[in-house]
């Protein structure tokens, strides 16, 4: 892709960065014999925010818990193909392994520990950690500087917060790891839109001063696209499209399939229902 970065978003074209996350041709089944991933490959550069775009069932979230090794619970397993984060084959390992590695999953609908202070569900992402108080102190001073709100509502039950405050502590949890990697599935879920911009704001000044590298799953395609070095777009377990983010943004079919409108006329609901038929890149 050679199209210019917009301001503030760099070029993270994965051909020419090295890569902290590969998946190679993964196919994933549900009990034994349902097909949900269909050979999907997708590289995350080192210190990139890469975007994972698509509709419900498309296989996002099954794709970053493939990543993360939270199929077995769900009854599903990596039948092929093969998942290298930070240049060592992961598939094998265990969540809690992967995480020691740095690659730290903050899952949809946040899953905070309600009945746990704010503070509380910040230190039990540090349960891998054995660098001491001291450190863990002041990685929280740090959680607490990109989100001074949580700071203020420290002492308070986390199930009693707002869904803003929640998705905020999932967040700094997964910081609390001190991750290489985070695997965001669905930030902007049920949230307000100004918390969403809120949100996002954060994970770009994480990425940028921090050094935490992102892969986000989202169906909000607008925002992601606006934050998102680079995308791919999955229909049906299997990857359609990618290209750097502003490149995608200003794709026509990505206008009219995922952003609601496009250069030309507009179409009615019976043009869109029958899109499967006209996307030229099915």
Known sequence: MSAAAPAGQR??????????????????????????????????????????????????????????NLLHSERGEVTKGSIVFNGAEVQALSPNELVRRGCVQVMEGRHCFGHLTVEENLLTGAFTRRDGRAVIGRDMELVYSYFPRLKERRNGLAGYTSGGEQQMTAIGRALMAKPKMILLDEPSMGLAPQLVGEIFEIVRDLNRKEGVSFLLAEQNTNIALKYADYGYILENGRVVMNGEGKSLAENEDVKEFYLGFSSGERKSFRDVKSYRRRKRWL
């Open 11 to 68: 070029s993270a074209d994965p051909a020419a960065v090295e890569a902290i996350l590969s998946l190679n041709n993964v196919e994933v089944v549900y009990d034994h014999v349902i097909l949900v991933l269909r050979g999907v490959s997708l590289d995350v550069p080192r210190g990139a925010i890469v975007a994972l775009l698509g509709g419900n069932g498309a296989g996002k979230t099954t794709t970053l818990k493939a990543i993360s």
